[in-house]
């Protein structure tokens, strides 16, 4: 099972006119974002202002609130959406117009994106101190990762905490919560990341 664990040291934060952004991981390594060459892009976002989501168009975009609320609309959207901290997440083309508007002061947010077309999936998981989790297998994945809010857990040898906050592998991961933990899981149908 190879795994890849990444360092908080190697996040990426960057603000911008709405807050602010945290590139956790962007896969090929080299890519980048303003080229939009990457196969997959993991990050968490500040959202401090209501405004328009940037265009992504070409990749499909995941959306997974973790703090907050905000009610989002289109004219690509019969209705508008309320996204909220105990939504499921939110899979929709990154090329849509899309306006965010706040209710609440700050927003914060987890975002995956991955080529048009590709499989992808996210949720969050709040775990008891000692609880065990096991990752469901999805059909077409081939990357899964966990992203650790907070706490702290341990998948096998290797341990999650605050300096080491990602761990992406090539198949499901079976984790022990050694404190209350705050995670978000996710899987991806894009070639797992060599070192």
Not at 77 to 98: C, K, M, P, Y
């Amino acid at each position: 099972m190879p795994i890849h664990l990444v360092a908080a040291k190697d996040f990426v934060t960057n603000d911008w006119a709405g807050g602010s952004t945290t590139q956790l991981l962007i896969h090929p390594k080299g890519s980048s974002l303003a080229a939009r060459d990457f196969e997959f892009r993991l990050s968490c976002a500040r959202v401090e202002q209501s405004g328009q989501f940037s265009d992504f168009s070409g990749y499909d975009r995941l959306l997974l609130v973790l703090e907050g609320a905000m009610k989002l609309s289109s004219s690509a959207l019969t209705e508008a959406r309320i996204q909220h901290a105990d939504s499921s997440a939110w899979a929709f083309d990154g090329g849509l117009n899309v306006h965010a508007e706040l209710m609440a002061t700050v927003v914060e947010d987890f975002n995956l994106f991955v080529p048009k077309g590709r499989l992808k999936s996210a949720s969050r998981q709040q775990l008891a101190g000692q609880q065990r989790w096991h990752q469901a297998a999805e059909t077409g994945a081939s990357v899964y990762g966990v992203f650790l809010r907070h706490g702290q857990l341990s998948i096998g040898d290797t341990r999650l905490d605050s300096e080491h906050p990602l761990i992406i592998s090539s198949t499901p991961l079976n984790l022990l919560a050694e404190v209350p933990s705050d995670l978000v899981a996710f899987a991806i149908g894009c070639r797992f990341p060599q070192p």
